[in-house]
């Protein structure tokens, strides 16, 4: 008795021993750069496959918006569904983030291809200067145009498309456009032109407001944040999806859209708000132009969301499309939430020591690089992530593949990446 009871215990310690070390960051992050090299490349050739007469192209930037090739005639991976790449036109709310993985590419390769790829998917956005836009074109012209001046100016590359005032001045304009927006009466920016809402403003406008801080009228920016600090938030620190406003500024509802209910916690709501007010807390942080007491306010916010998500989050970090729900996953949600939490953690580590922000969003960061969210290479349309949800009210967009969630996917990770080194 006393052998086979040896025995067993030796066999535990042997297992033990046998057991894998869990992968290292470093090594997660290199697999899914990787992957994104083949994927990015793979989408284009998709996407080249249906313009008409560009099917087979090398993939130059002579393939671009110009007299010969309309910017409306241009097409933006939107989704995967069926088999099928979907696709929009620049004006879909989602059209820079693609142009916005490329050019993470090029930052993380220095590949003279994945200049040109970016540079040949950022230039038909321009063509938004010339149409009628919504609060979206903060998104839009951010992931595109704002990155390419970033990463050409990190590698000293040379301006040989557009020069720097070229592009600043696409951003400007872009700036401008959304500024135009912004009613004073009622203090925010309209976010949609459509609909029964007399001046509907979303939570993902928050988003939009980079733009602004970057480029254009950081005081507008600013009252918008503050009056949506006022008026889309319970008490509990979450928030509604949509509030639509009487022209003075009056509240005439709530709701939430795209959520399970009007109080319910749509989870890429509440990812919009604490990636939007961790990046206005960073921008007030500025040593030159910003406002210490606005970035203690907006960061006071981002900390409360995040305070209310973590505890509320699935045990492998990934949070369901709703938090009052347990059927779909939103990989997209789950993405904005870890880059979020990592721009906060950054904005005040001193807040949080123990690192319990950077822990949370290292947990969805290794679920998401999983098999379970991670595409094979060649498959999903190109895209890194399945398991995202647009829209199910809308019954639009679910457990498919969606741009921003790659996007903010290797945004996350890249900033992971430069809190490990800087520790």
């Given at each position: 008795m006393r052998r086979l009871l040896l025995l067993a215990a030796l066999a535990a310690v042997s297992c033990g021993a046998r057991a894998p070390k869990e992968e290292t960051m470093v090594h997660l992050s290199n697999r899914v750069f990787a992957l994104a090299e083949e994927q990015t490349v793979y989408m284009d050739s998709l996407l080249m496959a249906k313009?008409?007469?560009?099917?087979?192209?090398?993939?130059?930037?002579?393939?671009?918006?110009?007299?010969?090739?309309?910017?409306?005639?241009?097409?933006?991976?939107?989704?995967?569904?069926?088999?099928?790449?979907?696709?929009?036109?620049?004006?879909?709310?989602?059209?820079?983030?693609?142009?916005?993985?490329?050019?993470?590419?090029?930052?993380?390769?220095?590949?003279?291809?994945?200049?040109?790829?970016?540079?040949?998917?950022?230039?038909?956005?321009?063509?938004?200067?010339?149409?009628?836009?919504?609060?979206?074109?903060?998104?839009?012209?951010?992931?595109?145009?704002?990155?390419?001046?970033?990463?050409?100016?990190?590698?000293?590359?040379?301006?040989?498309?557009?020069?720097?005032?070229?592009?600043?001045?696409?951003?400007?304009?872009?700036?401008?456009?959304?500024?135009?927006?912004?009613?004073?009466?009622?203090?925010?920016?309209?976010?949609?032109?459509?609909?029964?809402?007399?001046?509907?403003?979303?939570?993902?406008?928050?988003?939009?407001?980079?733009?602004?801080?970057?480029?254009?009228?950081?005081?507008?920016?600013?009252?918008?944040?503050?009056?949506?600090?006022?008026?889309?938030?319970?008490?509990?620190?979450?928030?509604?999806?949509?509030?639509?406003?009487?022209?003075?500024?009056?509240?005439?509802?709530?709701?939430?859209?795209?959520?399970?209910?009007?109080?319910?916690a749509w989870a890429r709501g509440q990812a919009w708000a604490l990636y939007g007010y961790a990046m206005m807390a960073r921008e007030e942080q500025d040593p030159e132009i910003g406002h210490p007491d606005l970035a203690r306010t907006f960061n006071d916010i981002a900390f409360k969301l995040a305070e209310w998500i973590l505890p509320r989050l699935p045990e492998d970090g990934v949070p369901y499309w709703d938090f009052s729900q347990s059927d779909y996953r939103d990989a997209s949600a789950g993405a904005i939430i870890a880059a979020g939490l990592l721009d906060l953690w950054r904005n005040d580590p001193d807040r949080d020591p123990e690192k319990k922000l950077v822990a949370a969003a290292e947990r969805i960061l290794r679920t998401l690089a999983s098999p379970e969210y991670l595409a094979e290479p060649r498959t999903n349309g190109g895209f890194l992530l399945k398991h995202s949800v647009g829209n199910i009210p809308g019954h639009s967009e679910v457990d498919v593949p969606l741009t921003y969630a790659d996007y903010y996917f290797l945004e996350a990770l890249r900033n992971y990446r430069w809190i490990e080194k800087t520790e």
């Open positions: 313009m008409p007469g560009q099917a087979g192209h090398d993939g130059g930037v002579n393939v671009m918006a110009g007299p010969d090739r309309p910017s409306r005639d241009w097409l933006c991976p939107r989704t995967f569904q069926g088999d099928t790449l979907v696709t929009s036109d620049i004006g879909w709310w989602t059209s820079g983030f693609y142009p916005g993985v490329l050019w993470q590419m090029y930052s993380l390769t220095g590949k003279e291809s994945f200049h040109d790829l970016a540079v040949k998917h950022t230039l038909p956005l321009a063509g938004l200067l010339d149409r009628e836009t919504d609060h979206d074109i903060g998104f839009q012209l951010m992931c595109s145009f704002a990155q390419w001046v970033r990463y050409a100016y990190s590698h000293k590359h040379e301006m040989n498309v557009l020069s720097y005032d070229e592009i600043d001045g696409i951003l400007t304009k872009g700036a401008e456009k959304l500024a135009a927006r912004f009613i004073p009466e009622a203090g925010i920016i309209r976010s949609w032109n459509w609909g029964a809402w007399n001046i509907p403003v979303i939570i993902d406008n928050m988003m939009n407001l980079e733009l602004l801080m970057e480029y254009g009228d950081r005081e507008v920016a600013e009252k918008h944040a503050l009056t949506t600090a006022r008026n889309h938030f319970r008490d509990d620190g979450t928030t509604f999806h949509l509030v639509d406003y009487a022209d003075d500024g009056t509240v005439l509802g709530r709701q939430t859209v795209q959520g399970y209910a009007d109080d319910s």
